[in-house]
């Protein structure tokens, strides 16, 4: 969906404020906010693409203005209630008013094993790559109301297939409770010119991770008029 | 059954409005940063996922815990440092960077699918999660609150010599930009060069050289 999250290329956030590496978290709700959205997941209600479309179809306007622990919270309230673990009445009284129902809860002697596991999103490989490395593409241009990977900047681009990762749960589907669909995983490269016109750096290139349904074939010049 | 996430257009109980309560702060400023609307709101789904019975607490001062302390940059450091004395690590961490980093003992929730970018003389790179936060959690720990924010998400595939300026730092002339936009399970390490004047030193002593931007890009690392 082309919501706020889609953030690459816009203008006008001011400069980008470096801070120390010791300083992770500026108010100790961030760090229960950090930790609720990890244990929270444990059920096993939504996946990590259905998280970050809680998070992405926040108002852009809200979207905008919330710190990203503050995108984190509300977006997990989102899911707790689509998921139906808590209702909005129980998000908005701020309070239960039921019993739970039975689900799978992160204990603390479980979570160095989670964290250290973590969840692979490769799976195995069920038909020969369409594209090699080396090889040129474009990527498509669509602009679906659902979950997407594929950068509004990036849509229409021709580019060059510089790494195969194998194939990877695509989040179109994932995010919408339609299956893993697995597709090959690229990262492509495009020439800076290419995304953003002749005022771009001449010696920028940007790559993105693309899965195979978000290319088409390209031509070996590369340029958009040649396709 | 349960019901299917992942619809959240309007008709939701939160979609196609902006309420008072979903910013907690006017427009133009962000919200959250010692914000104690925000402190609330967390303080009461904390206290009622407890009640429901989905929420272990002790749980999560395991998880604060583990991020505040045993997972970090250091990892990361340690990587680079061993990747700067050991030629044949550094040629596995480059072929297969998830494979190298388990090696360590560093490896899980965010770092499953590994790439190490091997900066040069002619080539920077720079990596950044334009959709969200993607960042390679088992070596460099949390993402700190820039690489989440707009203005890095906005400009650092469009503009990284500015980006760069931002932390003070300027590539060479000849020194071409890579920029990784993070889209999918991927997870992406900058392994940036050794500073000069390091000759003989151990994995150790040039760990502490190596800070967490320069595994970023949007740090280089001086001479000691």
Known sequence: ???????????????????????????????????????????????IDQSRHARETLHPAVYLTSSYYAIWVQGLERLLVSSGLVSAEEIAQRRALGPGEPARVLTAAEVPAVLATGTRADRPEHRPAAFAVGEPVRTVVRNPTGHTRLPRYARGKAGVVERVHGVHVLPDAHAHGLGEQPEWLYTVRFDGRELWGADAAADLTVTIDAWESYLEPGTREGSPSSA | MHKTVGNFGAGTAYGGRVAAGDTGQAAGQVAGHGDNTMALRVEALESLLVEKGYVDPAALDTIITTYERDVGPRNGAHVVALSWVDPEYRQRLLTDATAAIAELGYGGRQGEHMVALENTPDEHHLVVCTLCSCYPWPVLGLPPTWYKSAPYRSRAVLDPRGVLADFGVTLPEGTRITVHDSTAEVRYLV??????????????????????????????????
């Open chain 1, 1 to 47: 969906m082309n919501g706020a999250a889609d953030l690459g290329g816009m203008m006008g956030f001011g400069p980008v404020v470096p801070e120390p590496e010791d300083e992770r978290f500026h108010a100790d709700w961030e760090r229960r906010a950090l930790a609720l959205t990890l244990a929270a997941a444990r059920p096993g209600r939504w996946n």
């Open chain 2, 191 to 224: 392994v940036p060069m050794r500073p000069p004047g390091t000759d003989g030193w151990d994995v150790e002593a040039l760990a502490a050289l190596v800070t967490r931007d320069s595994m970023i890009g949007t740090g280089v690392l001086a001479a000691p």
